[in-house]
């Protein structure tokens, strides 16, 4: 479009570290301008959450891998804490003062560590699995309402499930088998997700319930603390 920035013309970028240069082939002519984005922890590559007991104070555990740091996020009643684990390009280990979720992602966005991506972050990254907004309030209710019961995680399959299909992994924290959940604004249900034969630059899924006949049984968990997840997880998980 006419006054936009575009690299549509643009070609095999490389970048010599030793020589500090960059080269490119170009189709078009024109200004050239370079430009790096400020934050770069998008798309993440894994989460996990994880409920856990500290000296009889219930609280739950939600882990993000990113592309540069993991971080672990600790969730109590009293609001939020973290740490930086395997750090590169962050200077920063964390905090062990619960605070609130606002200063929580100001204090985030002051070390260049915006993981808490914006309404239109799936415009500027590839590969982001963008769902339906329904879908994605589902999810999270659900995942706060049995976050204390519960080990989540993320699954490689919901990069190719439809917008309105979400998938992960989930067991009750007693069990050791993980099972694949499939959420969709009908229904929540256990599956076994195989790829259809479909052409190679084509991913279709095929799903299958394990097992056929399936119950959902709801448990009591702390309100304050199912809120707070919930505002967590509602600005990291699917976005």
Known sequence: ARGKCSIRYIYNQTYDPATKTISFYTGSLGVFGLATRKYSNLPFKRWEIHPMTDNNDQSVVMKLETQNV????????????????????????????????????????????????????????????????????????????????????????????????????????????????????????????????TDLDVVELEYEMDPQEQEVCMRNSNFKLVSNIFLLSSSLIFS
């Open 70 to 197: 993991n971080i672990e996020f600790k969730v109590t009643n009293d609001g939020y804490t973290f740490k930086i684990t395997h750090p590169r390009k962050v200077p920063f280990s964390g905090i062990e003062t619960p605070i609130k979720i606002n200063n929580l992602k100001t204090i985030l966005s002051s070390i260049n560590l915006n993981i808490f991506p914006e309404a239109d972050a799936s415009w500027y990254v590839t590969d982001t699995c963008e769902k339906h907004k329904a879908v994605e309030f589902h999810t999270y209710k659900s995942l706060a309402v049995y976050c204390l019961s519960h080990h989540f995680k993320s699954n490689v399959w919901n990069r190719w499930s439809h917008r309105r299909v979400a998938l992960f992994d989930s067991r009750m924290t007693e069990q050791m088998k993980f099972r694949r959940l499939m959420v969709s604004p009908m229904r929540v249900a256990s599956v076994f997700v195989k790829e259809k034969c």
